[in-house]
Nanobody, 123 residues
Framework: QVQLVESGGGSQQPGGSLRLSCAASDDTYSLNCMGWFRQAPGKKREGVAGVYTGGGVPYYADSVKGRFTISQDNAKNTVYLQMNSLKPDDTAMYYC????????????????WGQGTQVTVAS
């Protein structure tokens, strides 16, 4: 079973940057997508960004377009989320996920989830 391990969270001031990493175990042959989701206290989980491991147009939530970039290193089974121009509204627990997806913005398409990494944006 695929295991996902996130890293790179932390605290940052508004306007700053953070990069999250998600390393997947080797047995990812049955999965075709990886993505990032986030959940803030009292709010629903939302899709942030997603990518098909075979390439194609990535998905970004409107709230992060132009600020966040998802990328992948297939040789390392790793996906990254570069977060720039951070805002306090970006504060949340960020989860890496993988699955056999048709859509990249639907969390029920993702069947493997990491433990999450906290991102806090505050002055």
């Amino acid at each position: 079973q695929v295991q996902l391990v996130e890293s790179g969270g932390g605290s940052q001031q508004p306007g700053g940057s953070l990069r999250l990493s998600c390393a997947a175990s080797d047995d990812t042959y049955s999965l075709n997508c990886m993505g990032w989701f986030r959940q803030a206290p009292g709010k629903k989980r939302e899709g942030v960004a997603g990518v098909y491991t075979g390439g194609g147009v990535p998905y970004y939530a409107d709230s992060v377009k132009g600020r966040f970039t998802i990328s992948q290193d297939n040789a390392k089974n790793t996906v990254y989320l570069q977060m720039n121009s951070l805002k306090p509204d970006d504060t949340a627990m960020y989860y890496c996920a993988a699955g056999a997806c048709v859509r990249l913005d639907a969390d029920d398409e993702f069947t493997r989830w990491g433990q999450g990494t906290q991102v806090t944006v505050a002055s």
